[in-house]
Nanobody, 122 residues
């Protein structure tokens, strides 16, 4: 299983980006999914998660009210809409499949894909 994150880029502070994560359809629709990010010199941190049917969503406090996670199981895609970006949001963003336990723990996810870089200029 290989996840592919895309949509990163350079944006000015206050701007928006939408990240996309594509996954093999045969596995995607049955699993909760999450987004994490990792800035240089920092640990990978939880950003958002969504249950398999999209009914429940979870966010890190730092992104609540600015980021929105969603999914389209028909297209095997999970999205992360990021608004009001700040330089503190700059990082490599990763999507992953939730394997169980707490949503906030990176160790509870698998099938990490290659990340996509988000750069925010001040």
């Amino acid at each position: 299983v290989q996840l592919q994150a895309s949509g990163g880029g350079l944006v000015q502070a206050g701007g928006s980006l939408r990240l996309s994560c594509a996954a093999p359809k045969r596995t995607f629709s049955n699993y909760d999914m999450g987004w994490f990010r990792q800035a240089p010199g920092k640990e990978r941190e939880f950003v958002a998660a969504i249950t398999w049917n999209g009914d429940n969503r979870y966010y890190a406090d730092s992104v609540k009210g600015r980021f929105t996670i969603s999914r389209d199981n028909a297209k095997s895609t999970v999205l992360l809409q990021m608004d009001s970006l700040t330089p503190e949001d700059a990082a490599v963003y990763y999507c992953a499949v939730f394997m169980g336990g707490r949503y906030y723990g990176a160790g509870n996810y698998g099938y990490w894909g290659q990340g996509t870089l988000v750069t925010v200029s001040s």
